[in-house]
């Protein structure tokens, strides 16, 4: 497939969100996403505006915003930051994968207490989570490598 923005085949396109007044699902390369080309010549977003995480400043958040190929989730997805940069998307986990990241089910134990759920409640969510069904989505930052995740509620 041929990318609309530089109309090359490079073997690869973008399958996941793209936020812009033109449909471009499925019709961009990497390349361009990461040169800033697609944000440039169709004002595109690939974060739809949300964070998680430390205050950023402007310029940070628009280089994931309007750089980074996004990942697709069951409602908008989110983007943490940590140390002042944008953390490095990891992808969808459930709690068998999180074993292994005890600071992202910290985290997830955090979102989910902020719910007002009581303590029982969060360990049933956490336990139920599941990387293809019921995913959580891991980050780990790129300046102190701790893991960050939230929930992905349908």
Same mark, same amino acid.
């Not at 973008?14 to 996403?33: F, M, S």
């Not at 040169?35 to 977003?45: C, K, M, N, P, T």
């Given at each position: 497939?041929?990318?609309?923005?530089?109309?090359?085949?490079?073997?690869?396109?973008?399958?996941?969100?793209?936020?812009? #007044?033109?449909?471009?699902? =499925? *019709?961009?390369? &990497?390349?361009?996403? !990461? %040169?800033?080309?697609?944000?440039?010549? +169709?004002?595109?977003?690939?974060?739809?505006?949300?964070?998680?995480?430390?205050?950023?400043?402007?310029? #940070?958040?628009?280089?994931? =915003? *309007?750089?980074? &190929?996004?990942?697709? !989730? %069951?409602?908008?997805?989110?983007?943490? +930051?940590?140390?002042?940069?944008?953390?490095?998307?990891?992808?969808?986990?459930?709690?068998?994968?999180?074993?292994?990241?005890?600071?992202?089910?910290?985290?997830?134990?955090?979102?989910? %207490?902020?719910?007002?759920?009581?303590?029982?409640?969060?360990?049933?969510?956490?336990?139920?989570?599941?990387?293809?069904?019921?995913?959580?989505?891991?980050?780990?930052?790129?300046?102190?490598?701790?893991?960050?995740?939230?929930?992905?509620?349908?």
């Amino acid at each position: 497939m041929t990318c609309i923005c530089c109309g090359r085949g490079r073997g690869y396109i973008y399958t996941g969100p793209v936020y812009a #007044v033109e449909d471009l699902k =499925d *019709r961009l390369c &990497p390349w361009c996403i !990461a %040169s800033g080309s697609v944000a440039e010549r +169709f004002d595109a977003h690939f974060t739809a505006g949300t964070c998680l995480g430390d205050d950023v400043p402007l310029e #940070v958040f628009s280089a994931v =915003d *309007r750089h980074t &190929p996004g990942f697709p !989730a %069951s409602q908008e997805p989110q983007w943490f +930051f940590h140390c002042g940069e944008g953390a490095a998307y990891l992808g969808r986990v459930g709690f068998a994968e999180l074993a292994a990241h005890p600071d992202a089910l910290e985290t997830l134990r955090q979102e989910t %207490s902020g719910w007002g759920w009581p303590s029982d409640q969060v360990e049933h969510h956490l336990g139920s989570l599941d990387k293809d069904d019921h995913p959580a989505h891991l980050f780990r930052c790129r300046g102190c490598a701790i893991h960050l995740a939230y929930s992905d509620l349908a």
